[in-house]
C-alpha cells in the first residue's frame, strides 16, 4: 500500500523567507511522486512531479522538490516566499502500475507581509 | 486546450435527494477520475474510466454512487438519497495514459445536503 505524510498542517513564513513544506511517503516500489496547489474555491494545479529521472525536480513559480530515497522523503522548498504563495499544498504518491493518486492532508501556507 | 470542467460549481440539497454531476475532461484525453474531498483533508479517489470503461472503484464508493462515461468523453457522477456525510468537493481529473501519466483537475463541485 502506498500512502503520504505532510508534516505540518498550517506553515507560516515571512513574504521573501525560505518556503519548506514537508511530506514523506510510504510505498512497496519505488513511486511518481507529485505536488499539487489549491487556490480557494479551485482546482488542483500540478506543481511539479517526480518520474525517477532526476532527484531534483523544478517546478512552475519557482518551487522545486528533491527526492531523498534514504529519508523517504520529497519535501517542497521556495526560496523566497511570494504574497501570492498563499494557498493549501497537498503531496502525492503514485505507482507506477496504478492509476489513482494517494494524497496527504495538505498544507496551508500563510505568508506573513 | 480548455482544461477539465465541472458542472455544477455549487449544489444544495436536501437529504435524501438525488444529485448528478458532470465532469468535461480535456479533449483527446482518455482517462477521467472522480476524486471527493472533505474539509481539511486530501481528495481521496472514488472511481476511473479509461474511455467508457470503469476500470477501478474505491471502497468509498458505496452503491448509492454511479458513475458513467457513456460515449468515453464526458462523465457523470449520480448520488442517489443524498445524506449529510456525503458532502464534500467532487472533484474530476484527466490525463492522456501512458509512461509518467499527469492528471489534471477540474474546479470541483461542492455539495452542501441539508
Known amino acids: 500500500a502506498q500512502s503520504v505524510t505532510q508534516l505540518g498542517s498550517h506553515v507560516s513564513v515571512s513574504e521573501g523567507a525560505l518556503v519548506l513544506l514537508r511530506c514523506n511517503y510510504s510505498?512497496?516500489?519505488?513511486?511518481?511522486l507529485f505536488w499539487y496547489v489549491q487556490y480557494p474555491n479551485q482546482g488542483l494545479q500540478l506543481l511539479l512531479k517526480?518520474?525517477?529521472?532526476?532527484?531534483l525536480v523544478k517546478g512552475i513559480n519557482g518551487f522545486e522538490a528533491e527526492f531523498k530515497k534514504s529519508e523517504t522523503s520529497f519535501h517542497l522548498t521556495k526560496p523566497s516566499a511570494h504574497m501570492s504563495d498563499a494557498a493549501e499544498y497537498f503531496c502525492a504518491v503514485n505507482l507506477p502500475s496504478s492509476e489513482k493518486l494517494t494524497f496527504g492532508t495538505g498544507t496551508r501556507l500563510t505568508i506573513i507581509p | 486546450d480548455t482544461g477539465v470542467s465541472q458542472n455544477p460549481r455549487h449544489k444544495i440539497t436536501k437529504r435524501g435527494q438525488n444529485v448528478t454531476f458532470r465532469c468535461d475532461p480535456i479533449s483527446e484525453h482518455n482517462r477521467l477520475y472522480w476524486y471527493r474531498q472533505t474539509l481539511g483533508q486530501g481528495p481521496e479517489f472514488l472511481t476511473y474510466?479509461?474511455?467508457?470503461?470503469?476500470?477501478?472503484k474505491s471502497r468509498l464508493l458505496s452503491d448509492r454512487f454511479s458513475a458513467e462515461r457513456p460515449k468515453g468523453s464526458f462523465s457523470t457522477l449520480e448520488i442517489q438519497r443524498t445524506e449529510q456525510g456525503d458532502s464534500a468537493m467532487y472533484l474530476c481529473?484527466?490525463?492522456?495514459?501512458?509512461?509518467?501519466?499527469?492528471?489534471?483537475f477540474g474546479p470541483g463541485t461542492r455539495l452542501t445536503v441539508l
Open positions: 474510466f479509461q474511455n467508457e470503461a470503469q476500470l477501478e
Open positions: 517526480y518520474t525517477s529521472a532526476a532527484t
Open positions: 510505498s512497496s516500489v519505488p513511486p511518481y
Open positions: 481529473a484527466s490525463s492522456l495514459g501512458g509512461d509518467f501519466d499527469t492528471q489534471y
